[in-house]
């Protein structure tokens, strides 16, 4: 067997032992947090539908968000925090 085969097989006895929750030395694993749309809404004191038409979110995608069906992508999730940090400005930058 050649030493692709062999890395090969080796890679992924090392991939199922981290499926079965081991640990495998030299993996390093990162979590994105992913930001609580509802608690972001909340706090801007927002209905669902008042809050995807304000920042120009598609309400079914909201209602997704909120319900744990779907995460937001990256640049959906930059979007959210920049709302969070800076709602006023967002809602002025969109508005036209």
């Known amino acids: 067997m050649s030493k692709f085969g062999r890395d090969l097989i080796e ?9 079965r929750g081991r640990k495998v030395p030299g993996t390093r694993v990162t979590r994105v947090k992913t930001p609580d ?33 779907r995460a937001p992508d990256a640049p ?11 709602s006023r400005e967002v809602m002025e930058a969109v508005a036209g």
């Not at 890679?11 to 499926?19: I, T």
């Not at 809404?41 to 909120?66: G, V």
């Not at 959906?76 to 800076?86: D, P, S, T």
């Open 11 to 19: 890679s992924m006895k090392q991939a199922a032992k981290h499926a």
């Open 37 to 69: 749309v509802k608690a972001i809404r909340r706090s801007l004191h927002m209905s669902q539908h008042r809050f995807a038409a304000t920042y120009r979110i598609p309400l079914s995608t909201l209602k997704n968000w909120e319900q744990g069906r």
């Open 76 to 86: 959906a999730a930059a979007y959210l925090l920049a709302i969070k940090r800076a």
